[in-house]
Protein backbone atom coordinates (compact mmCIF):
# COMPACT_ATOMS: atom_id res chain seq x y z
CA UNK A 1 0.00 0.00 0.00
CA UNK A 2 1.25 3.33 -0.82
CA UNK A 3 -0.11 6.90 0.79
CA UNK A 4 0.64 10.31 -1.03
CA UNK A 5 -0.88 13.58 0.23
CA UNK A 6 -0.41 16.51 -1.84
CA UNK A 7 -2.20 20.15 -1.30
CA UNK A 8 0.21 21.97 1.17
CA UNK A 9 1.42 25.17 1.05
CA UNK A 10 2.07 28.49 2.73
CA UNK A 11 -1.79 30.10 3.58
CA UNK A 12 -2.33 32.95 5.30
CA UNK A 13 -3.71 32.92 9.03
CA UNK A 14 -7.83 32.66 8.45
CA UNK A 15 -6.85 30.86 4.98
CA UNK A 16 -7.90 27.47 3.74
CA UNK A 17 -6.00 24.66 2.41
CA UNK A 18 -7.30 21.30 0.66
CA UNK A 19 -4.81 17.87 1.71
CA UNK A 20 -5.16 14.83 -0.20
CA UNK A 21 -4.49 11.36 0.28
CA UNK A 22 -4.40 8.85 -2.39
CA UNK A 23 -3.55 5.24 -1.71
CA UNK A 24 -2.76 2.27 -4.39
CA UNK A 25 -1.26 -1.15 -4.33
CA UNK A 26 -3.04 -3.89 -2.03
CA UNK A 27 -6.25 -1.73 -0.83
CA UNK A 28 -8.82 -4.05 -0.82
CA UNK A 29 -8.03 -4.44 3.40
CA UNK A 30 -8.27 -0.90 3.88
CA UNK A 31 -11.11 0.73 5.74
CA UNK A 32 -9.77 3.55 7.79
CA UNK A 33 -7.72 6.35 6.87
CA UNK A 34 -6.66 8.96 9.26
CA UNK A 35 -4.92 12.24 9.28
CA UNK A 36 -2.14 13.43 11.89
CA UNK A 37 0.50 16.26 11.94
CA UNK A 38 3.82 16.80 12.98
CA UNK A 39 4.85 20.00 14.47
CA UNK A 40 8.06 19.29 16.39
CA UNK A 41 9.96 16.19 17.12
CA UNK A 42 9.08 13.17 16.28
CA UNK A 43 5.55 12.71 18.29
CA UNK A 44 2.89 12.98 15.62
CA UNK A 45 -0.55 14.43 16.61
CA UNK A 46 -3.95 12.62 15.47
CA UNK A 47 -6.36 15.27 14.01
CA UNK A 48 -9.46 13.38 11.92
CA UNK A 49 -10.33 9.91 11.18
CA UNK A 50 -12.58 8.68 8.47
CA UNK A 51 -13.70 4.99 8.80
CA UNK A 52 -15.58 2.76 6.05
CA UNK A 53 -15.80 6.14 3.95
CA UNK A 54 -18.83 7.81 6.27
CA UNK A 55 -18.36 7.75 10.33
CA UNK A 56 -15.65 10.79 11.22
CA UNK A 57 -13.90 11.72 14.15
CA UNK A 58 -11.64 14.58 15.20
CA UNK A 59 -9.39 15.74 17.51
CA UNK A 60 -11.07 18.61 19.74
CA UNK A 61 -7.93 21.04 18.49
CA UNK A 62 -9.56 20.78 14.96
CA UNK A 63 -12.98 20.24 15.44
CA UNK A 64 -15.50 22.39 13.66
CA UNK A 65 -12.33 23.68 11.41
CA UNK A 66 -11.10 20.64 9.70
CA UNK A 67 -13.54 17.99 7.54
CA UNK A 68 -12.53 14.67 6.44
CA UNK A 69 -13.98 13.19 3.91
CA UNK A 70 -13.11 10.36 0.95
CA UNK A 71 -14.32 9.85 -2.40
CA UNK A 72 -13.91 5.59 -3.20
CA UNK A 73 -14.02 5.78 -6.86
CA UNK A 74 -10.62 8.12 -6.54
CA UNK A 75 -9.35 6.12 -3.27
CA UNK A 76 -8.66 9.34 -2.25
CA UNK A 77 -9.02 11.05 1.30
CA UNK A 78 -9.63 14.65 1.84
CA UNK A 79 -8.96 17.08 5.02
CA UNK A 80 -10.56 20.55 4.42
CA UNK A 81 -8.97 23.07 6.44
CA UNK A 82 -10.37 26.10 7.39
CA UNK A 83 -10.16 29.03 9.49
CA UNK A 84 -6.56 28.22 9.56
CA UNK A 85 -4.30 29.44 12.85
CA UNK A 86 -0.13 29.85 12.72
CA UNK A 87 -0.28 26.72 15.44
CA UNK A 88 -1.71 24.63 12.62
CA UNK A 89 2.08 24.80 10.86
CA UNK A 90 3.70 21.16 10.69
CA UNK A 91 4.08 18.15 8.27
CA UNK A 92 0.69 17.08 7.55
CA UNK A 93 0.33 12.50 7.40
CA UNK A 94 -2.06 10.30 5.99
CA UNK A 95 -2.16 7.23 8.18
CA UNK A 96 -3.86 3.90 7.24
CA UNK A 97 -4.04 0.74 9.21
CA UNK A 98 -3.05 -2.77 7.28
CA UNK A 99 -3.86 -6.07 8.22
CA UNK A 100 -1.69 -8.25 10.98
CA UNK A 101 -0.47 -4.74 12.60
CA UNK A 102 0.75 -3.07 9.76
CA UNK A 103 0.94 0.69 9.62
CA UNK A 104 1.47 2.62 5.88
CA UNK A 105 1.99 6.37 6.27
CA UNK A 106 2.19 8.89 3.60
CA UNK A 107 5.83 10.85 3.01
CA UNK A 108 4.06 14.29 3.88
CA UNK A 109 2.69 17.18 2.68
CA UNK A 110 3.56 20.96 4.47
CA UNK A 111 2.13 23.23 5.61
CA UNK A 112 2.60 26.90 6.42
CA UNK A 113 0.37 29.41 8.15
CA UNK A 114 1.85 32.75 7.99
CA UNK A 115 0.57 35.36 11.07
Known amino acids: VQLVESGGGLVQAGGSLRLSCTASGNIFSINEMSWYRQVAGPQREFLAT???????SYADSVKGRFTISGDTAKKTTYLQMTSLKPEDTGVYFC??????????WGQGTRVTVSS
Open 50 to 56: ITDGTRT
Open 95 to 104: YAPGLRGLQY
